[in-house]
């Protein structure tokens, strides 16, 4: 992800399982991102999705930090019909058939 972002809109929601969500837009220098804060538990835990699209506004890349672990999602298409990439830490590629990346990259 690129260092200098600009913030274009920000907005603050409850999700359907009442969780508090702050949703940020963003440019950086190749694209467009999307920024969801999840307020996950009293204690003041967040998770954080950022979706980062290309010039068009296309999804290429899901990044989740979630109690400290880092994951990346991928589209499996074109090496695989359907289906995402999931990418550890320490850089494990996992296949997940059932998961959509468009389900991905709702918000």
């Not at 589209?75 to 550890?88: I, W």
């Amino acid at each position: 992800m690129n260092s200098a972002r600009i913030i274009t809109s920000t907005r603050t929601v409850v999700n359907p399982k009442g969780l508090i969500q702050i949703i940020n837009e963003f440019k950086t220098k190749t694209g467009l991102g999307t920024e969801i804060i999840t307020q996950l538990d009293k204690q003041g835990n967040n998770g954080i999705r950022t979706i980062e699209r290309d010039a068009l506004g296309v999804p290429q890349q899901v990044t989740d930090l979630v109690y400290g672990r880092v994951e990346r999602y991928q589209r499996a298409y074109p090496e695989r019909a359907n289906g995402v990439f999931q990418f550890s830490a320490d850089n494990i590629r996992t296949y997940f058939p059932n998961i959509s990346f468009d389900s991905l990259c709702k918000y």
